[in-house]
C-alpha cells in the first residue's frame, strides 16, 4: 500500500484514497493503553475527484477493506491478507465479527504469536481513530488528517484537524506516523461532543423560505427529502448521525413592534410543557436572510397578559397584536461535508387560531452552527445554505410540488393575513 492510487486500473488519477485508521482509544483519550493493541490501516474504496472534506461520515458499508496493513511500534508497516470476499471492518459497536476471524488468521502471519483470547482483548481495544484522504495526483501530494469525533451505532463521523505535504510515493508507515503526530490538534473540540460546534453571528438568524403553493402534506414531504438526503441526491450533505431528525410543536401569541423604526420586527410568546413562556424576539425592518433573533425563557404570564408583561418590559416600543397560530415544524438536521456547516431542512405548517383556518406551508433552510475543523470559513455559509435550498427547490419540482422560493418572513403572512380578515 502506498499514497498512489489507481483511480481506474490505467495509471494514477484524481481519485482521493482513503485510510481508515482502527486503534486503541488511549491513542485519543488518557487511557492506560492495551497490551499489544494494534495499529490497523485499513484502505477504502477511493473518492473520486480532487475534493477535499471538512468532515466525512462512515457507515458500515462504507468500511469494506480493500487492503488492510499493521503499524508496529518501531513505526513499520506489514501488509495483511486482503480477505477472500469484501468485509467491513466497522459495525457500528466494534470490529466486524467476520473481520476479527479474518485478523485472527492474518495477524500471526506478521510475526504477531499470541494466544488466541489474546489477540481478541487486544482487537476489543480497537475503534475508529483516523480517517487520512491523500491527494497524490495533485501538482503536491498531501493528506488529511480527520479524527474520529462521534460514533453511532449507524456510523461514524471524522474532522478534519490538519493536512500535510509529502511525496506522491510515501508508504502507509511514512502516512501514518505523520498523521499521527497530527492527532491531537484541536483535540478537546474533536473527542468532547459537547465542544464540537461553533455558532457565527451570535444572535443572528439566518435563513432561506420556500413557500409552498399547492397544499401539500409535511409529513410526507419531510420524509421524501429525509429519504432524498439519506439516499445521496442531496450531494456533500450528510444527516447530522444520532439527530437526523426532530419534530416541534408551538402554540403562539404575536406581536408586531411598530416603533421605533430600529427596533421594528416580532415578538412572539411561545407556550411551554410546564405552564410558562417563551418569548422569541427578532428585529428586522423587512424580510431578509438574516434577523436578529434572542430569547427570554420561563416567563410566568398570569392570565396570558401578554399586553401587561410587553407594557412592564418594554414601555418604549409600541406593538400591535396579531393573531395567534400553531406551529408544526418537522427538522432534518444536515452538514456539509465541504464545510463543516451544520443546516435544518425544516418543514413548516403554520395554522392560525383565529378561526379562518389560513393556513401557510414553508421549507426553511436555516444555518445552525459549524463543526470546529482545520480550515473553518464562516464567509461560506451564505454560497452553501443557497446550494442547499436550490437542492429543496429541485426536490420539490421532482415531486411536482410548485413553491416560490424567497424570504417571506410569518410576520409577513400574519400581517397579509389581518389584512384580509379587515376586507
Given at each position: 500500500m502506498t499514497a498512489q492510487f489507481s483511480a481506474d486500473g490505467g495509471g494514477i488519477g484524481t481519485a482521493v484514497a482513503r485510510r481508515l485508521v482502527l486503534a486503541d482509544a488511549a491513542h485519543q483519550y488518557t487511557l492506560a493503553p492495551v497490551?499489544?493493541?494494534?495499529?490497523?490501516?485499513v484502505e477504502l474504496a477511493p473518492e473520486e475527484g480532487a475534493g477535499t472534506r471538512a468532515s466525512e461520515y462512515l457507515r458500515r458499508k462504507d468500511t469494506v477493506a480493500r487492503a488492510i496493513a499493521v503499524v508496529d511500534a518501531e513505526g513499520g508497516a506489514s501488509d495483511l491478507a486482503v480477505p477472500?470476499?469484501?468485509?467491513?471492518?466497522?459495525?457500528?459497536?466494534?470490529?466486524?465479527?467476520?473481520?476479527?476471524?479474518?485478523?485472527?488468521?492474518?495477524?500471526p502471519s506478521t510475526g504477531r504469536a499470541q494466544e488466541a483470547g489474546s489477540v481478541d482483548a487486544a482487537l476489543a481495544a480497537l475503534?475508529?481513530?483516523?480517517?487520512?484522504?491523500?491527494?497524490?495526483g495533485e501538482p503536491q501530494a498531501h493528506t488529511e488528517v480527520l479524527m474520529c469525533t462521534r460514533i453511532r451505532t449507524i456510523g461514524a463521523v471524522f474532522v478534519r484537524v490538519a493536512r500535510f505535504d509529502h511525496a506522491a510515493d510515501a508508504g502507509v508507515a511514512e502516512l501514518f506516523a505523520s498523521a499521527f503526530k497530527y492527532r491531537t490538534e484541536l483535540e478537546d473540540f474533536v473527542r468532547v461532543e459537547g465542544n464540537a460546534y461553533l455558532g457565527y453571528e451570535k444572535d443572528i438568524e439566518i435563513e432561506e423560505k420556500v413557500?409552498?403553493?399547492?397544499?401539500?402534506?409535511i409529513w410526507p414531504l419531510t420524509k421524501s427529502l429525509w429519504t432524498a438526503v439519506e439516499?445521496?441526491?442531496?450531494?456533500?450533505?450528510?444527516?447530522?448521525?444520532?439527530?437526523?431528525?426532530s419534530r416541534w410543536h408551538f402554540v403562539q401569541?404575536?406581536?408586531?413592534?411598530?416603533?421605533?423604526?430600529?427596533?421594528?420586527?416580532?415578538?412572539?410568546?411561545?407556550?411551554?410543557?410546564?405552564?410558562?413562556?417563551?418569548?422569541?424576539?427578532k428585529k428586522f425592518a423587512k424580510d431578509s436572510l438574516r434577523r436578529i433573533e434572542t430569547f427570554r425563557n420561563g416567563l410566568e404570564i398570569s392570565g396570558e397578559d401578554f399586553e401587561g408583561y410587553l407594557a412592564r418590559e418594554f414601555p418604549e416600543l409600541s406593538f400591535r397584536r396579531l393573531p395567534g397560530l400553531r406551529r408544526t415544524k418537522f427538522d432534518i438536521n444536515v452538514q456539509s461535508a465541504t464545510t463543516g456547516h451544520c443546516f435544518g431542512i425544516e418543514?413548516?405548517?403554520?395554522?392560525?387560531?383565529?378561526?379562518?383556518?389560513?393556513?401557510?406551508?414553508?421549507?426553511e433552510t436555516e444555518y445552525l452552527e459549524t463543526r470546529r475543523h482545520f480550515g473553518m470559513d464562516g464567509t461560506s455559509i451564505d454560497s452553501e445554505l443557497s446550494r442547499l435550498t436550490s437542492l429543496v427547490e429541485a426536490h420539490l419540482a421532482d415531486l411536482g410540488i410548485a413553491a416560490s422560493r424567497g424570504l417571506y418572513s410569518k410576520l409577513s403572512f400574519l400581517r397579509d393575513s389581518s389584512r384580509s380578515a379587515e376586507l
Open positions: 497490551a499489544d493493541a494494534p495499529v490497523l490501516v477472500a470476499e469484501p468485509l467491513a471492518a466497522w459495525a457500528g459497536t466494534g470490529l466486524d465479527e467476520a473481520f476479527v476471524d479474518h485478523l485472527r488468521t492474518a495477524l475503534g475508529p481513530l483516523m480517517l487520512l484522504r491523500t491527494h497524490a413557500t409552498l403553493v399547492d397544499d401539500a402534506a439516499k445521496g441526491d442531496f450531494p456533500g450533505f450528510f444527516t447530522d448521525p444520532g439527530y437526523e431528525l401569541y404575536n406581536f408586531e413592534v411598530l416603533a421605533p423604526d430600529d427596533e421594528v420586527g416580532h415578538y412572539a410568546f411561545q407556550s411551554r410543557a410546564d405552564g410558562t413562556y417563551r418569548l422569541k424576539m418543514t413548516d405548517e403554520i395554522t392560525l387560531s383565529d378561526g379562518s383556518g389560513r393556513k401557510m406551508r414553508q421549507v
